[in-house]
């Protein structure tokens, strides 16, 4: 009812609505679309109500509801209607959310968006930190037909979807990606990927792919140990506020688009484009994963999305797992 009402409002624009059509067009009193009136005010919606002319909705607030996500998407698999979308103001880790939700049966397509997160997480038990009102954390639920070995590409295409997503909205940013799924701008983190699959040997169960975003997020807002590796799109754009609701919707068109095309021609394309928007290929490396570290210069991506370094003598090596840290840092 309130998605509706919020609908109808933004239909009427500077027309003032009254309370009684509102009331006969949803089949409730006047009453009931009072309180929803109140509780829209309370999630920041502006609205002007005067008894005799009825309401009319002055602002909307950058908060990433479904309703104002829905209204800037036409994807046919992620969030194809707003009631895939879950909102919420505060929980622990977005991708926990989902998770729970994935194994009761969540249909793919399923979206989980916060606007702050007590416990947001990075890879290998790190730390996402996820303050409130500036940042985009979400998480989507994907349940492709393949096996687990396969799954890599569809993690670097979080990183695609999140890059193209942010240039369609800032085109005077150049985010690039830091492999396999970090997003920097000037050499300093702006976005994070978390992706999580669930699988038997031969068969995924469900992925999800948590996206982390320093949108408005000021640096004062974060942990100090993260103020010089970390920025934000609003300080990467003159100090100026940047619509969450926008860059959020922007992600999950384009990742439907790029998902829809993974599921049609496989992952060349999604690999293409990440070879396009890397800042990692042709760059002096370290690589650390379980094994140790090994150095070398990062060439390319292989056919399932690992990190081919060449060794001091000329050897290929490839890397399917493990942080990758600039020779230069
Ligand atoms: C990541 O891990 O970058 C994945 C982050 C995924 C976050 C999303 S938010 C929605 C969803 N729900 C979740 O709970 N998680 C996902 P990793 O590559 O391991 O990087 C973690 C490191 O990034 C930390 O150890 C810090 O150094 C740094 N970091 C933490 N918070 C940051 C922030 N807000 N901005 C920039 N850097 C940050």
Redesign the pocket.
Known sequence: MREEIIKMLKKEGTVPLSGEAIARKLGVSRTTVWKIMRALEADGYTIEGSPRRGYRMLQIPDRLFPSELDAKLSSRIIAPVPTYIHHHHCV?????VLKSMADQGAPEGTVVV?EK?E??????G?????PAGG?V???LLLRPPIPPQHASPLTLLAAVAACIGIRAVLPQLSPGIKWPN?LLLGG???????CEIKAEMDLVHYLIA???I?VN?GLKD??H??QS???SLKLENGDRAVSRVAVAAAILQHYDELYCEYLEAGAAPVLARWREYNVTLGRSVKIQNQSGLYAGIARDLDSNGALVVEGDSGELRPFSAG?VVFGTQ
Not at 92 to 96: G, K, L, P
Not at 126 to 130: D, G, Y
Not at 188 to 194: P, T, Y
């Open positions: 622990d880790s977005t991708n926990n916060a997160q416990k947001g997480r990075g890879r290998l790190r730390n996402w930190s996820s940042g954390y979400l998480s970090d300093r983190k702006v976005c994070g990927i978390l948590g996206i982390g320093n997020t974060l942990p140990t993260l590796s970390a920025t942080e």
